[in-house]
């Protein structure tokens, strides 16, 4: 009993940091790989990245207590910068998507005449301040906003059922496959990359594979109703056309019973805790990671310094088609960073579990 | 220990006060003027005019204020509406947006794009079509709402005034259907009345964007029948009786036969009897009622066809049954050709307190 009341902030944090994109970006960035049947490209992403995951649990849990860093650095100066260089960036890039649409679904929704440099100093403060308190606070904080916010997220869902129309189902089968040829595709992958924290979680606390895999189960299935509720409301083709589908489908309930007129604002406000939640976390892997390779570093000048790198990163994208295009341009890096690096884990984690054997 | 470790925190949340309180890019509600009725129509020299109804609290009561502006796009002339007025315009709270006939039958495509774009606007808001004058339409319906501040919203709610014969349409819905390969909306459309604020005159076909036509309220009843939109009774007269329908279910299923599609469509009514003239049976009454229906819901079908608008979603049914590339073609190729086949069913739930005259 105790110790699985241990890990339930674990598990919750994992359900928190893949909420934030699920109900965030993931639809838009689903819908626009493909013109319909897009369960399929949803599938096609969940296979991905149960396979990476079970690499990464079979690697990490060969060697309990250890995470990324703990097991690159041992290779070597040279192996170890090429395994972890890619993979800092690949958080820093992550945090800074998550950051820059956040503020401009913010600017698109309430107020179009704040200066950005304005709602993204708050948020990397916010991020910073979270990054600064370390992984541990994190993952209790992410309690507190699971208890808080993961209700209204799930009735503003089920809110969104009364207008949904069940034939935008079909048609079914798509048997093209299109979408494995469009480049949108790979750079939609970023939705699967959140299981990558999880390879920093082990030595906060232990992790239970089978655990893990059972709180993912409700994730791809919240994965596969978040993409299909704008569908089911407005119909494929004019679901595609939205920028953040899910905030649209959220608008067009009417409930007249509701003390609040817009159910949006508290779905901005519950995205904006596990955005928030997710980024902290990447900016605080970032500090980890550079500080055990470069132990002269300490950890919060890092963190400090990604912050800044975000804050400035952000100000210099002019507008939403350039953080689109940025999207294409690291689709390499994300392909690296989803497939290598949990495959690296399960190699490391064999010869060191063997080696502890031999000795 | 951890003293020196919450510096930088404190002096990072003392930063985040400076924007927190939210006193900026803010104009308090007294500065605001929130229209509720937009206007959508034509102009001789320009492209577009927009007019407003504003409600405008005064002391004891409230003050309507229809103000338009003309200019060659939609947000220009609400731009130069904002200029004139004295406070700032915000469209947040939006109930209806009303389009001049003319520019329904033009195609609305892009006014409802620039509705969608910018969030101000809420998808919630109605949608509706009048043959009048914008402005005095705007006028007189708006010493209705001076009376009775509600009475607008009444007319549209479906727990408040609405009937069964209104079609109801929203931003959302527009956006959707016009972008839809199968399925249509139908606009009511409204006049402003002579003893009540507004009045009823039927419900404008649309096929994608364009209004192609209009239906009086008999067959728009129907509409919301098929769409099993009848939240509320309705009472429907026939040759010897008036019965109140108080329950519906409507079904449909599609099929293809020899490549022309056939819309199974299974109404189940239940109904109450409310007057009744010759002492018939409740099976005749059953049967007249059913009759009655039915020949008129295959007189719409037929007007509907004939239009290529599909407010009921007749093509919703289809979607399995055909490729999505025969689907993109479904309102030209195969709707005109559509089947219907009608099964209605009465229920006489009972005949009120007396069994007979």
Known sequence: MQRNASRLPTYLFIVGTHTGLIFFLYAHATLRTTAYAHWQPAI?????EALCLFLLLAGLARVPGKDFADLFIPLGKVASLLLLAPLVAYFLLVSLMVMRSFAELVRIMFVANTPMWALLALLVLLFMFGAFMGGDSILRANVVFSALFLPVLLFALSS????????????LWNSSFDFLRKQEFYSSMFVVSPFLVIGMLPPLSPLRPRGVFLTMLPIWALCLIALHIPILVFGTPAARLLV?????????????WLVFDRVTLFYAVSIMAFVSVHASFLLWSIGRIVHKRFPKCPEKPVIAAAAVALFVWGLMIPGWDWLQNMLFWETWLRILAVFAIPAAVLWRGLILSRRRAAS | MIRPRRLPSCIALICALTVLPGCWDIKDINHRVLPIIMGISYSKDHKYK????????????????VVSAEAATLSKA???????????????????????????????QDEIAFAMRTQEIPMKALLAVTNEDMESFLRKTGNSVV???????????????????ITLSALWQAFETIHSETKDIALPVIRAGTSTMLEFEGSALMSKDRMVGQIPPEQSLLVNIANNQIEDAVLEVTKSSSLLIVRNSTRHRGSIVDGRP???TRMQLSAIVKEKHDDKSEDEIASELTEQIRTRYELLYEKLLKAKSDPTGAGQHFRGLLPYEELTAWRERYYPRLILKCDVSTVIVNQGNISSN
């Open chain 1, 44 to 48: 096609v992403y969940i296979c991905i």
């Open chain 1, 160 to 171: 969104c059922f009364k207008n949904a129309d069940f034939h935008y189902l079909y048609p």
């Open chain 1, 244 to 256: 953040f589908p899910f905030l649209a489908t959220m608008d067009s309930v009417s409930l007249l």
């Open chain 2, 50 to 65: 927009v007019s407003l109804q504003v409600p405008v609290p005064t002391a004891r009561n409230i003050r309507i204020l």
């Open chain 2, 78 to 108: 609400i731009s130069h509406l904002d200029m004139n007025i004295e406070s700032n315009l915000d469209l947040t709270h939006m109930q209806l947006i009303l389009f001049d006939r003319k520019v329904a039958e033009e195609g609305i």
């Open chain 2, 147 to 165: 009376q009775n501040g509600s009475s607008f919203m009444n007319f549209f709610n479906k727990n408040a005034g609405w009937d069964p014969q």
């Open chain 2, 262 to 264: 056939v819309l199974h």
